[in-house]
């Protein structure tokens, strides 16, 4: 009975920590390792060096992570940026992921002066936000709300579908396989996806996700066949702003430690 017991909260907690959370771990691990590949040796070399040696996929779930603690618990509202109805970015007073990435990117900025725990942090943060705020579920418009829907007889919620399983339903890869199978764009491709500032990528990613609030609907029950087709282009759509991220998470790492 109590080894029931314990198998069953294994699998409730291994359910929440696959569903809680931005992209889930998978997704925010090949965001990271697209970046990581990405990097001047400099820059690489430079941020491995406040990382304890570690590379930044070791770190990219690191928010998610520690949210639950006494320290970081105010973190908990920094994963996600609300826009209005035009897609244009609603700061939070409360503190969101772009008032928080620009903080770490400020102090980023003149990183040399700062001592080695702020410098470690931010880093951790910047490679975890820059995943978030590239998650269909984590821009929130004003209609935001977690619907219910079904695939082939099964519930998902809108968030939840968004922040783990677009990417897990189709292809069972680990972040390495995303890597191989993505990261296949020109100099030039990969140049123009990284150009701008945070502010316009959550421009960019908010005129491209509103697609998402038109394909479910409260309480949808999509068929099998149904369920097939949305699968396969909610995968494509997911695994195309993880590409994008990967590249801008380069980019930014680069300008700031290369």
Not at 130 to 155: A, Q, R, T
Not at 180 to 197: N, P, W, Y
Request: hydrophobic letters at 35%; a positive charge.
């Amino acid at each position: 009975m109590k080894n029931l017991a314990i198998s069953l909260l294994t699998i409730a907690l291994c359910f929440w920590c696959s569903t809680a959370f931005g992209w889930g771990k998978v997704g925010h691990d090949a965001i990271a390792y697209i970046a990581e590949c990405n990097l001047t040796p400099k820059a690489k070399k430079n941020i491995e060096k406040h990382l304890g040696g570690h590379s930044i996929v070791y770190y990219a779930s690191w928010m998610d992570q520690i949210r639950h603690t006494p320290t970081y618990k105010h973190t908990t509202v920094w994963h996600t940026n609300s826009v209005d109805a035009n897609g244009n970015y609603a700061p939070n007073p409360k503190g969101d992921a772009m008032s928080f990435l620009e903080d770490c990117i400020t102090k980023m900025k003149d990183y040399r002066n700062q001592n080695d725990s702020t410098i470690t942090v931010s880093i951790r943060f910047i490679v975890h936000l820059v995943g978030d705020m590239h998650c269909p579920g984590h821009v929130k418009y004003p209609w935001y709300k977690n619907i219910n829907f079904s695939l082939n007889g099964k519930e998902y919620g809108f968030h939840s579908y968004w922040d783990e399983w677009a990417l897990t339903l189709s292809n069972k890869w680990y972040y390495m396989e995303y890597q191989h199978q993505l990261d296949r764009c020109s100099k030039k491709e990969k140049r123009e996806l990284g150009k701008g500032t945070p502010r316009d990528w959550l421009a960019d990613n908010a005129q491209n996700c509103r697609v998402i609030y038109d394909w479910t609907k409260p309480n949808q029950k999509l068929s099998y066949e149904e369920s097939r087709d949305f699968i396969n282009f909610s995968h494509g759509f997911a695994e195309k702003q993880v590409l994008k991220a990967g590249y801008r998470l380069a980019a930014l790492l680069n300008e700031l430690f290369g």
